[in-house]
């Protein structure tokens, strides 16, 4: 090891002093005396330094090895192969690694490597995403910082058409997912729903690493194909962010390595850091510390058309004797004039006097009304809990972007909330529609009356949906605080709610034939299954209902209204005081055992999914006794094998007899009275895209489709009511759901 030590600094020294004489001044006092400056083009400035034990570092955890059988030569972390593409004065970035696991055309798996990194005292940079490449992937990558962190990605898509060409990394072969502060372990494991046998002939491996955000562009469907030669282009091109600090059980409350001219400063999560102060530059950790900048050699960026001189930290730039203004400026320095003009000058001082007094009143009389308002608003922003939010920001490491929106930016965008803008009411408040001055379309949410609750639901929802980023649930542009209400700024998603478009026509909207109903159903399943089980922590809406699926134009289910929601930590059941939900979607065991578990969610979706293909509403007034809940009178239908009769005409001309009575029987499964029975989200999602594929790609089941199809057409010859359809699925038939109800309004806490 000494031996080789030895070698290096024999190689490197001649190299380095070369440099650190050709560019002497800039790099003075950068580096420690007699160490090497560069390894290639790398600069190496203390605290970090080439060589273990060699002195030229801080301390060993800040040494870096230069390997020069490269050429050029390669800089490695410490004694790693984690190879370094620069150096700055809070980061390391170094080249990242893929993991990978590819499949043979059978579902093999044909070569698989799962990538892991440990580092102690520098952590990962919130800079980094984990992004997942792969139609038929998800990945988790696990890691500490502190608490166990764990997260997930997934990426979807069953042809190639699906997979956007236009860089966007939003789920669909492509998926990024943002990693929270302060950890420095993580290991990544990919995993796949199909092992990639409907989707080989394009796309057999899937992908997973973590690198700096926007250095990795995705290339769409090129980057799928098995010789897209994407893991070399990540791993030559994409860094890793580490942040690193001087002791990070220490602080800037105790001695420093800080030295001359230097302050220190607290890092967030441990550790600090030294700068130079204002007017000196250098290398703050080295003796004797920062040097006095002599701005009057550079007049290019600090321009003096006077006398300049410096001094520490600063200059002076005065006119020439004799003349008087101000020398940084061109032309300014003048004269001074003869006694003639002195009283004329009286004068115009005595005038500008009065007027300075003037203002100055007027100013101290605004500054006390401006106070008035500025205390109005801060009493606002506490009673709408944005002390508290901060708080809960902090604490969960939330780090979404959020913007917080000034009264008068939401005033203009509403037209001062103008009754024209209303868009919808809701229990809650009022929802506008408003244009902001970048002309972008927002939904700004209102809430209706002030008090404690209300402030809590609100930090509630904020919090929620900064964590979340998802295709297919409505994304939160940002809150405004100061308003005597809570104030949200969404998206603003054109088309309506799924309710709208299933019930405000006989028959449902043309739109919404039997591919593109379990395309929603696929979406929304989706995104529930992703707020259950690959957020930080899990996510239960708790109001699913067709009112809270918003569709854009092109009929993208959106999921919204996380007014209600909860954030559970992991294998915690929560009991809930306040039952809340709508009557019609609501779990009854949910409501029976106040237990709150992600089942319930997966109850009501299958009420929408009941909505979605009998186009019934859950609550039917007019309907008999025994068929006026949706739910009970679905699975009674289901286990009596009448379901055709609950079914719209146009989903039995479009659906075949199996896909019909599979997603009878999923539905009947969500509605399980026991939770514990009914499936996960997650295996809504794979048994929903199953259903999809099957008519998404007729040829792999060319057979069987047809045959279906013709039994179909020949039902609607015949008579429909007299083919029995067969049902799956478990004998416990008799319904809870009919007679627990007791009657509450919606919304309304019990
Ligand atoms: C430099 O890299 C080469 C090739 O990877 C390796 O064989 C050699 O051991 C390395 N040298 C040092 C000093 O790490
Ligand atoms: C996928 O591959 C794994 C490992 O080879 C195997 O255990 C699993 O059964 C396969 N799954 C499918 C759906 O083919
Ligand atoms: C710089 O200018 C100020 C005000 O003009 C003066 O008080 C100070 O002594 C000057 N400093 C030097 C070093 O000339």
């Not at 809960?392 to 780090?399: A, F, P």
């Not at 209706?448 to 409505?474: C, M, Y």
């Not at 029987?665 to 996960?680: A, I």
């Not at 259903?691 to 609607?716: M, N």
Request: net charge negative; with cysteine; charged share 20%.
């Amino acid at each position: 090891m000494l031996l080789h030590i030895m070698i290096l600094s024999l190689f490197i020294f001649p190299f380095t002093m070369a440099l650190g004489t050709l560019q002497g001044s800039t790099i003075n006092n950068i580096i420690k005396p007699n160490c090497p400056t560069h390894c290639g083009n790398v600069m190496v400035p203390y605290p970090f330094g080439i060589g273990y034990d060699t002195g030229c570092s801080l301390d060993n955890s800040f040494h870096v090895t230069c390997n020069t059988t490269y050429e050029p030569p390669k800089l490695f972390l410490r004694s790693s192969d984690f190879e370094i593409y620069n150096i700055s004065d809070s980061e390391v970035r170094i080249h990242t690694t893929v993991s990978y696991r590819c499949y043979n055309q059978d579902g093999s798996v044909r070569n698989e490597f799962d990538w892991w990194i440990s580092l102690s005292k520098f952590t990962f940079s919130q800079k980094n995403k984990f992004i997942v490449l792969g139609c038929d992937d998800y990945s988790l990558i696990r890691g500490t910082n502190g608490p166990d962190f764990s997260n997930g990605c997934l990426g979807l898509c069953s042809k190639t058409q699906d997979v956007p060409s236009n860089g966007n990394c939003s789920g669909m072969g492509c998926c990024q997912t943002s990693i929270p502060k302060g950890l420095d372990y993580f290991n990544i494991s990919l995993y796949s729903f199909d092992n990639h046998t409907s989707i080989w002939p394009w796309n057999n491996c899937g992908y997973a690493f973590v690198g700096e955000e926007g250095s990795f562009v995705f290339r769409g469907v090129t980057d799928l194909y098995a010789d897209s030669n994407v893991e070399d282009r990540i791993e030559s091109s994409v860094p890793i962010v580490l942040d690193w600090v001087i002791s990070p059980d220490a602080g800037c409350s105790e001695p420093t390595e800080c030295k001359g001219n230097s302050s220190c400063y607290d890092v967030e999560g441990g550790g600090y850091r030294c700068r130079c102060n204002t007017g000196y530059r250098g290398n703050p950790y080295l003796d004797p510390g920062c040097q006095d900048i002599d701005e009057c050699a550079d007049p290019g960026t600090n321009p003096c058309y006077g006398d300049c001189i410096n001094t520490l930290g600063s200059y002076n730039c005065t006119c020439p004797a004799g003349s008087f203004g101000n020398a940084k400026i061109e032309n300014d320095c003048q004269r001074h004039k003869d006694s003639k003009f002195s009283s004329s000058i009286f004068i115009i001082a005595m005038v500008c006097g009065l007027v300075v007094i003037l203002s100055a009143i007027m100013g101290i009389l605004y500054g006390i009304r401006r106070r008035k308002l500025m205390k109005l608003r801060e009493k606002f922003f506490e009673q709408n809990g944005g002390v508290l939010l901060q708080q809960k920001i902090n604490s969960q490491g939330s780090h979404a972007a959020m913007t917080l929106f000034s009264i008068a930016q939401l005033r203009r965008a509403t037209n001062n909330y103008s009754q024209d803008n209303i868009i919808g009411r809701g229990a809650y408040g009022v929802v506008y529609k408003g244009v902001l001055y970048d002309k972008r379309v927002v939904a700004i949410k209102k809430s209706k009356i002030v008090d404690g609750s209300q402030a809590e639901q609100f930090i509630n929802e904020v919090l929620i949906l900064t964590q979340v980023i998802h295709r297919h649930v409505v994304k939160l542009l940002g809150c405004c605080l100061e308003e005597e209400v809570p104030v949200l700024v969404y998206e603003f998603i054109s088309n309506n709610t799924l309710f709208h478009h299933i019930h405000s026509k006989s028959g449902g909207m043309s739109w919404l034939s039997w591919e593109n109903r379990l395309r929603v159903a696929v979406e929304v399943a989706g995104a529930l299954a992703y707020l259950h089980s690959e957020t930080i922590m899990p996510i239960i809406h708790r109001d699913i209902k067709s009112t809270n699926i918003l569709l854009d134009d092109n009929y993208n289910a959106k999921i919204s209204d996380f007014g209600a929601s909860r954030l559970v930590p992991l294998d915690h059941e929560q009991v809930t005081t306040l039952i809340q939900g709508t009557l019609g979607y609501l779990d009854p065991e949910y409501y029976n055992t106040s237990q709150l578990t992600d089942k319930s969610d997966v109850y009501s979706f299958g009420v929408v999914l009941a909505e979605l293909i009998t186009g019934k509403k859950p609550i039917g007034a007019d309907r008999s006794n025994a068929e006026k809940n949706l739910a009970t009178y679905f699975v009674n239908s289901v286990t009596e094998n009448h379901l055709y009769e609950v079914v719209e005409q146009r989903i039995l001309r479009e659906g075949s007899l199996e896909q019909i009575q599979a997603i009878g029987d999923l539905v009947k499964r969500c509605l399980n009275p026991h939770g514990r029975d009914r499936p996960t989200m997650k295996e809504v999602v794979v048994e929903l895209d199953n259903l999809r594929k099957f008519t998404t790609h007729p040829w792999t089941q060319q057979q069987t489709f047809q045959e279906t199809r013709s039994l179909v057409l020949d039902v609607e010859q015949l008579d429909l009511y007299e083919v029995p359809l067969i049902s799956f699925g478990t004998k416990d038939t008799e319904s809870h759901l009919s007679s627990t109800y007791m009657p509450f309004e919606e919304n309304i806490p019990r």
